[in-house]
């Protein structure tokens, strides 16, 4: 952790614009709390990845609340590409207002634009920057103890991108927060309670989205308690072990799955204070 944290420093030296990627699902919680310590006066950009997950008006809501905070935020969806296009524009126009006396103009013709990607682990990084490349050449070399300088990739609108995204780590000491970097997926499935997480996301579901949960499980009543509903769930499923015992466990994967899909709606976790 703290030899990622060395490397985002280090490397945050050689550009002129850091690229933050959020998941949009999850703008807060997504987001490492010492970003604003280590990148400093850095020009940042947020983007607000996967956000064909995301519920549209709380999207919409939380570009605003940046706007507030005094950043540029773009909704973006590197699986599609939709939204990418608008990023080299921003990243220029940061790296103009951004500039200090030790750098060179960009507004001439001295040099392009560097930025460097950084964000926590299954945010979109990797995605994000083979998209705007426009092809399968950042490979991310992840091995530590390699010391080899940061390649640069020149993508459309002439702007340079280090290849090598900076990780960055989530506050995972907060339950709440740890629950929705959890239920989106940002959190492997060995380091949590599986049938918990879904239990909760229903019972979440059931308060912000109920007929998102009704239409997919087709179910009429939603029971209030979250083994209940994930057992109900098992029964249109048929999850069903011998002895007639619903696998609860199996109903919680495919909710789960189904939720980070996107098959069940999209859906905004965070919601931020306008
Ligand atoms: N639906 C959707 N999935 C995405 C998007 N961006 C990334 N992903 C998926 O998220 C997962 C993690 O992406 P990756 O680029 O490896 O994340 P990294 O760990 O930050 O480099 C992969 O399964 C991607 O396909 C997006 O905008 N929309
Ligand atoms: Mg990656």
């Known amino acids: 952790m703290a030899k990622a944290r060395r490397l985002v420093k280090e490397n945050l030296k050689l550009v002129d614009v850091v690229i933050e990627i959020l998941d949009a699902r999850i703008p807060a919680s997504s987001r490492n709390q010492e970003i604003g310590g280590l990148t400093g006066q850095k020009p940042r950009l947020v983007v607000l990845n996967k956000s064909d997950l995301a519920d549209p008006l709380l999207t919409g809501q939380w570009e605003k609340y940046f706007s507030i905070e005094g950043y540029h935020a773009v909704a973006v969806n590197s699986l599609s590409g939709r ?4 990023v080299p ?3 220029r126009r940061l790296a103009v207002e951004g500039k200090v006396e030790s750098r060179p103009s960009f507004g001439g013709r001295s040099r392009s634009p560097r930025c460097m990607v950084v964000g926590i682990p299954n945010v979109g990084k990797s995605l994000f920057i083979n998209k705007l490349a426009g092809r399968r050449a950042a490979r991310v070399e992840d091995r530590p103890g390699i010391t080899r300088g940061p390649q640069w990739i020149r993508v459309a609108g002439n702007i340079d991108l280090m290849d090598m995204p900076g990780i ?3 506050k995972l000491d907060d339950q709440e927060v740890a629950f929705r970097l959890a239920a989106t997926g940002a959190i492997r ?3 949590f309670d599986l049938i918990a997480v879904a239990g909760k996301l229903m019972k979440w579901l059931t308060e912000y989205y109920p007929a998102a949960i009704q239409k997919r499980y087709k179910l009429e009543d939603l029971p209030a308690d ?3 509903m994930l057992e109900a769930i098992g029964m249109k499923r048929g999850f069903v072990r011998s002895g007639g015992v619903i696998d609860t466990f199996q109903s919680a994967q495919v909710v789960l799955k189904e939720f980070r899909e996107g098959r069940l709606g999209r859906f905004t976790l965070d919601r ?3």
């Open 226 to 228: 979250p083994l209940e």
């Open 83 to 86: 939204g990418l296009k608008g």
């Open 272 to 274: 931020p204070e306008l």
């Open 189 to 191: 499935e060995e380091v």
């Open 89 to 91: 524009g921003h990243v």
């Open 168 to 170: 960055l780590w989530p």
